[in-house]
């Protein structure tokens, strides 16, 4: 496990939060960060253990955070949502509770849903987090994707 | 950085199925002028033969992935001294 135990990051907008560690149950918070006046529409994500009693995860905690920065400022630039806000837990997840959280505003709907997507497919393909499935004394590391090489 | 001979070095650390091959969080490789990405992998291989199995150096890219101050880079990256590499096995967040 990763000695650095937990990164957040702000964008220097303020318009991006990230937060890559061990579980903080921070919905409200990120809720309130994608407050925007201008926002009709915030979509959560959450994505959660399923079939098995526990996923554990793993991450390079510094860098899954800037990448998951960089993702996130993409997404509202190309989709014109307002405000995005991330958090990815590091550590044992167990049946039915979240290992990620993507909460999105948007002053509509579908740059909100669009924006959620592509920070999740993304992170998905990009941000350096591995996770072993737990199932009594089994322990199953789950085939991942090899990111590619980040353009200049 | 250096070691205690003045050598420049790096620091590459490992994950996951990388980690539990090596039994080690990172290693400190001495680099040399003109360096690049695979002369660290090689390097690695050296200090670490139980990761021989696991990443040969034709591979980078292709079967994982190699990060230079948290930014992903191809093999003929030439290295700096002091910076943090990281050997990154497919990923699988979500």
Redesign the interface.
Known sequence: MSAAAVRELWSTDRTVFVRVGASACLHAELRSIVHDDGAGAIVTFEGVTRNVAALEYEAYVEMAAEQLQDIAQRALRETGALRAAIEHVVGTVPLGAPSVMILVSAAHRGPAFTAARRILDELKERAPIWKVEIDGATRTRVAGVVPEVDSA | MADRCGSPEVIV?L???L?EHAGA?DVRVAIKEGDTVLDVLHAVLNRVPSLAGAIDPIDA?????V?MD?????PDTAVRAGSEL?I???????
């Open positions: 650390r994950f996951g199925v980690r969080d890219g292709r079967s994982y992935a990060a948290r930014t992903y880079v191809s990281a990154v096995p497919p990923v699988s967040g979500g």
